[in-house]
């Protein structure tokens, strides 16, 4: 079922999308103490006095938060983009920002202006809020229903290879220098020009076509490339069935999503993995990292090396969730997942609690840092995405990424504001805070969270139907999605057992 196309677009998509989200999120670790140096340097060639530590530290602070701020406008401002442009062009639109954000990022040493850095990551932020949405929305849509877990696990697969990529330039042989840093942020063009040169040569969404703009011609040429064959008329009609269910819906806003009682439960279910995915304290992970391998008596120039280990994790990790999500499904992966992140968490929050008083302790924490990251990767930190994008309709689902970017970026920088607080008041204790919101999330999905392997959308939906309690009609509607009729020769049988009717009414 891969065929050579649908392999393209899926690695050239994520290449240039969900690659330089994980790229950005790690870029500046490396280069932090230089990078905070030119701001000092910069402040006092403008003001004839160095910059204070609190000023610094403000200055630093915007800098590595104001990305979720841009991801946040970018899940805000995704919705009509790919309700205009369609899901392809989207993501070859939103190469403007990378370009751009890249420009302002690596020229901002040369031109002396920390504000240009600044302004750069809350761009990069908007790139990636974009493409966040419209990514997992093109992959769910162009895949077939038996590969389509292992299509969107591409996503999170290349956001761990983008971190890995940054860790890896930043080391001191390649950009981690003080000459070299604004290389760093001008390699993100590389992957925007390689999306740019190869993605249109392929097709727009089918879906999209079929549903949304109706060109039945285009939406079979379509099929036809990523699915490797010249027979989609199943394709086709099972994509029309869904079409004659919701012949009269328009898309829907945020708004009218919320209100819909028919996705009420996926809304909910969509909330609370994205918020999960956010909340369960990877961020707290890479804050300690460093602190954590220091104790264990690794050297200062060793340890950028070191937490090489932690991106390779991932990147293993979230290949092997790839792999075998069509065999698991997604509900025993993202339930584990969280479940083993609760283990582990417990087990670090003992050694880092009493790491001074056994030697080997130590080793054991960063063993657990490890764990927690492949947990992490191996349901969390991909299936969210899939779900956001099986769970809702045609018409539905612009919005239902909407709502899942916005909670996925609120709750990201709700852990940068809160954590330094938490930390400084819990100490050690401060993961005990993320273990109970990790098995709060598995409690939730495993009592919730229906698996979609293999089943349709309108299976999807259907699944869901008992809970939210929808019309009985609603259900019915859902319930034949198999149903091989035009709307044309729906209304013939119609029209033919209202002439039945009369006529056996006409013997009696």
Known sequence: NWS??????SLTGAFGSSFLYGYNLSVVNAPAVYIKKFYNATWERRYGFSV?????????SITVSVFAI???????IVTPIVKFFGRKCTLLLNNVFAVTAALLMSLSLLAGSFEMLILGRIIMGVDAGISLSALPMYLSEISPKEIRGSLGQVTAIFICIGVFTGQVLGLPEIFGQESRWPYLFGAIIVPSLIQVVILPFLPESPRYLLLEKHN???????FQTFLGKDDVSHEVEEVLAESRVQRNTKLVSILQLLRTRAARWQVITVIVTMGCYQLCGLNAIWYYTNNIFSEAGINRETIPYVTLSTGAAETVAAVFSGLVIERLGRRPLLIGGFGLMVVFFAVLTVSLTLQKTVYWLPYLSIFCILAIIASFCIGPGGIPFILTGEFFQQSQRP??????????WLSNFTVGLLFPFIQSGLQTYCFLVFAAICLAGATYLFFVLPETKNKTFNEISQAFAKRNKASLEMQEMNHYPGERKSSAEQESNFASSVDNRETKKGIV
């Open 70 to 76: 841009g991801g946040l406008v970018g899940a805000i």
């Open 216 to 222: 039945t011609s285009k939406a079979e040429k379509a």
């Open 399 to 408: 919005a239902a990424f909407m709502i899942a970017g916005t909670v996925n």
């Open 52 to 60: 204070d530590e609190s000023t610094l530290t403000l200055l630093w």
């Open 4 to 9: 050579g196309s649908l392999i393209v677009a």
